[in-house]
């Protein structure tokens, strides 16, 4: 089969694979639905999980199943399908303890495009698939679905890992898909006042239609003088890294109350240590916490976060800004990833066979 692949750090290309072999828990699907991601770019273009060589990239897909296992029970060839970023090992202990995403070991729920080859082949293996599997709802747009594999579960767990409750004033960093999706969560969630920090004009409108009450341009000066000027220099209760680097968390802490809590989803692709004031931290006694974490994966949360599109709850529809046809796009549609233009959101590419 052909796969698009990281050949080595900062090199990708297409190359030629044997056909992957399904176990009898197992699943072989074909893509129909596919987008490249940011830690892609991470991935390939910073080292950030260490050099990978011929491994095929992607890990966001809706598929068609084309082979399942002979222990298979909930699904069979021909069933269309989300497919989560994150498929843990069900029977580990590390998913018995509430840990799924690092069965088996640190991030080691993340298989595709790390351990394994990823979805950007013509076909693609997903382990434990009654439990990493997700039928797609009848009359949902695949290109919409792909978001739920990835940006939509990464967003809302940094809602999550904040426990923004309500009534919360609420800071999202970053607002390109995930940090959007946070967005979205958070106003779920049922906080008061929403700062979606960011400076393109369409992620900016985005922000406010998924319920952003105020927008934080960096570009206009620092964003935690920003937020003190704005909250009458009490800070808030919540903050959620979804984009920035290493000296973000140091933003963070500045910008929040005693007592409140970071929850942050971003993929630090680059950098030896995250930076903490010493002082702002309440030398170690502020009771400010910080919570970093990868998304769940799994059927349920799959078919959960899909019931909130379907009811309309959530839209991520919205974060799709061009659309490719034809296997032979992800090329394209990752390297537009990479280069970031303004009017980039999200990329997806859908697939007839």
Not at 1 to 28: H, Q, S, Y
Not at 133 to 145: R, S, V
Not at 151 to 165: I, N, R, S, Y
Not at 240 to 268: E, S
């Amino acid at each position: 089969m052909k796969g698009f692949a990281m050949l080595g750090i900062g090199r990708t290309g297409w190359i030629e694979k044997e056909n992957p072999v399904c176990g009898p828990l197992d699943a072989i699907c074909r893509p129909i639905a596919l987008a490249p991601c940011t830690s892609d770019v991470h991935t390939v273009w910073a080292g950030a999980i260490g050099d990978r060589h011929d491994m095929i990239l992607g890990h966001e897909a809706v598929g068609e199943v084309v082979e399942v296992g002979s222990l298979v029970r909930a699904f069979k060839a021909g069933d269309k399908v989300i497919v989560p970023a994150i498929t843990p090992d069900w029977n580990s202990l590390e998913a018995q303890g509430g840990y799924q995403m690092h069965s088996g070991g640190l991030l080691a729920g993340w298989k595709f495009s790390n351990f394994k080859d990823g979805v950007f082949g013509e076909l693609f293996h997903v382990n434990d698939a009654d439990g990493n599997l997700a039928l797609l709802p009848k009359g949902m747009d695949p290109a919409a679905a792909c978001m739920l594999s990835d940006m939509v579960p990464t967003g809302l767990h940094g809602v999550e890992l904040a426990d923004v409750q309500y009534g919360d004033s609420v800071v999202v960093v970053g607002i390109g898909p995930v940090g959007l999706m946070a967005v979205a969560g958070t106003a779920i969630r049922g906080a008061s006042h929403i700062y979606a920090v960011g400076s393109r004009p369409n992620c900016i409108q985005l922000a406010k239609e998924y319920g952003a009450t105020d927008v934080i341009n960096y570009r206009e000066g620092d964003i935690v003088e920003q937020i003190l000027a704005k909250t009458e220099g009490k800070g808030v209760d919540r903050v959620i890294i979804a984009g920035g680097d290493v000296d973000t968390f140091d933003q963070a802490i500045r910008m929040l109350k005693p007592g409140g809590r970071i929850g942050n989803v971003n993929y630090l692709g680059e950098g030896d240590y995250i930076k903490i004031p010493r002082t702002e931290w309440g030398c170690g006694m502020s009771h400010k916490a910080i919570a970093g974490g990868l998304m769940p994966g799994g059927r349920l949360r799959m078919e959960k976060l899909a019931s909130l599109m379907e009811t309309g709850r959530i839209d991520p529809g919205k974060l799709v800004t061009h659309h490719f046809v034809g296997f032979e796009k992800i090329e394209q549609a990752l390297m537009l990833m990479k280069d970031k233009p303004r009017d980039l959101i999200k990329p997806v590419i859908t697939i007839e066979w």
